[in-house]
């Protein structure tokens, strides 16, 4: 079909899912312009409390605590209205702000900062299974796009069932406790995908088909299946832990940790695709094992970045 100033445009299977996200989002876009409505971030009053008893836990006694006046000095903090605790703490903040035009990263705890960690890497694992399965599958299985497709849809239909497993899960265990387990599930999943036969086979073919050793299509297929929904899964944890450590100061405004946590993820995935095109260059032959092995160590090393700050990220039930 024709389109003005365009030319001629083809919809075909690889330009028909671009129009046909284009379309959705337009309608979504338009629904979110007429019908949205900013909601009332009750989520912030629960950061702030938990603040608030952070501080008066880790305040030895009243005298230190600012005083105005005499009443204030003596009044016991159960028995200060919330309310005034959360105007003045929000009074301070936004003092705080105004002092210094970075203080989203004075802000920051190591919490903050650990949660955004594992954002980061998580994404290079993902686009590292996801992003590259074209490019892996055509050059060792001989794979159409048919064939990634009926994957990709396999891989989409497990996110549901998985995240509300998680859901359930969540209501028993802390999200600190869970990123553990489905991150360790991630790196099995990513090792499975490890081709050993090819570090000591010098074939130039697809793959070492007749080696029982290497990763066949069978067993590629498994080992993403079970390296997404972990990747997946993980995520849910993570950003149900982000919301709960991220400073109230940073959970206000537009440039704010959500903001932050979206950057980051875009960037991961950014960087797992550059690593894919260079990969790539290197050796398509190997480019499996060029992809997983670094994404596994990357895992692992999130895996020993929550184990190390476990103690700082409990949440309080």
């Not at 001629?8 to 876009?29: D, E, I, L, R």
């Not at 899960?169 to 036969?197: A, N, P, W």
């Amino acid at each position: 079909f024709n389109l003005p100033f365009l030319g001629t445009q083809y919809f075909n299977g690889m330009t028909g899912p671009g129009y046909v996200m284009a379309c959705a989002w337009g309608v979504y876009g338009l629904i979110i312009l007429l019908f949205f409505n900013e909601p009332t971030r009750s989520g912030i009053t629960e950061l702030k409390r938990r603040e608030t008893a952070a501080l008066a836990t880790e305040t030895p006694n009243h005298a230190e605590l600012p005083a105005t006046n005499a009443s204030e000095s003596t009044t016991p903090l159960e028995d200060i209205d919330e309310g005034q605790i959360f105007t003045k703490l929000q009074h301070f903040n936004d003092n705080a702000c105004a002092r210094s035009k970075f203080h989203i990263f004075k802000h920051a705890t190591r919490a903050m900062i650990t949660c955004m960690t594992i954002i980061y890497v998580k994404r290079i694992a993902l686009e590292s299974i996801v992003g590259s399965t074209s490019i892996v599958t055509k050059n060792r299985y001989n794979w159409s796009i048919k064939n990634v497709g009926e994957l990709h849809l396999l891989n989409g239909m497990i996110v549901i069932p998985v995240t509300i497993y998680c859901g359930w899960l969540s209501s028993f265990y802390q999200d600190r406790h869970l990123i553990l387990i489905f991150m360790s599930i991630t790196l099995f999943g990513m090792m499975s995908l490890i081709d050993v036969t090819d570090f000591l086979s010098d074939n130039d073919g697809n793959y070492n088909e007749n080696n029982w050793f290497a990763v066949g299509p069978k067993r590629y297929i498994l080992g993403s299946v079970i390296a997404f929904s972990g990747v997946e899964a993980c995520e849910s944890f993570v950003a149900s832990l982000l919301s709960k450590v991220v400073p109230s100061e940073l959970a206000t405004g537009t440039f704010n940790a959500g903001l932050l946590a979206t950057l980051v993820g875009t960037g991961g995935r950014a960087t797992g695709d550059v690593v894919i095109t260079v990969l790539g260059l290197v050796s398509l032959r190997h480019i499996l094992n060029l992809l997983m092995v670094p994404s596994c160590a990357l895992v692992l090393l999130s895996i020993g970045l929550v184990s190390f700050n476990y103690d700082i990220l409990y949440i309080a039930p």
